[in-house]
Every structure is written in structure tokens, then in C-alpha cells.
């Protein structure tokens, strides 16, 4: 299964963008799905996950501004993100989980970009 992100840029503080990832097939109609992000020279962080039956998770830092969704018939998930930050700059990763619970599988990324 491929896991494929689009929709990253770059934007201005305060901006928006609407990342999209497309799973090759419906391996993870029944599987959480998540997003992460790696900023230069900082290790990947969780952003948000996004259960199987819609169930948002969402890490402090960006609850309240980014809102993930997610459409099993077309095997993708969304990330919208609001009020972006210089902060949110990093590579945004699209994850699926696996059977045994861990996020077995990664895209390739999508790299967001917020100017001052």
C-alpha cells in the first residue's frame, strides 16, 4: 500500500493549507490514520490522528487550529490547518497504522512552509 501527500506550500503566518493523503487502496478503512510532522533538526512529532469511525486526536499545539477528516470510500484523509504559525514549518507526514497498533506505514511527505 502506497500512502501519497499533496497540498503542502508555502503560506503566510495566519494563513491556511489543506493537506490530503491518498492511501493506494482501502488497507486503512478499518485502521487509524494519522499526521506528523518533522521540523529541520527536530524530531517527528505527532499532529493528529484520525480513528477509523472519525475520532480526532489532536496534539496540544495544534488543537484549535488544524482539523483532520478523513473519507473511507475514497481511502483519504485531510488535514486543514488554520492561523499557521512560522512554527508549523516542517516536512508533514501521512501514517497508517498496522496491525499491531504502531504506524507501520509512511508517505513520502509534504513540505509546509509559514513565512513571518
Known amino acids: 500500500v502506497q500512502l501519497v501527500e499533496s497540498g503542502g506550500g508555502l503560506v503566510q503566518a495566519g494563513g491556511s493549507l489543506r493537506l490530503s493523503c491518498a492511501a493506494s487502496d482501502g488497507t486503512f478503512s478499518s485502521s487509524a490514520m494519522a499526521w506528523f510532522r518533522q521540523a529541520p533538526g527536530k524530531e517527528r512529532e505527532f499532529v493528529a490522528s484520525i480513528g477509523w469511525s472519525g475520532s480526532i486526536n489532536y496534539a496540544v499545539s495544534v488543537k484549535g487550529r488544524f482539523t483532520g477528516s478523513r473519507d473511507n470510500a475514497k481511502n483519504t484523509v485531510h488535514l486543514q490547518m488554520n492561523s499557521l504559525k512560522p512554527e508549523d514549518t516542517a516536512i508533514y507526514y501521512c501514517?497508517?497504522?498496522?496491525?499491531?497498533?504502531?504506524?507501520?506505514?509512511w508517505g513520502q511527505g509534504t513540505q509546509v512552509t509559514v513565512s513571518s
Open positions: 501514517a497508517g497504522q498496522g496491525l499491531g497498533g504502531t504506524w507501520d506505514f
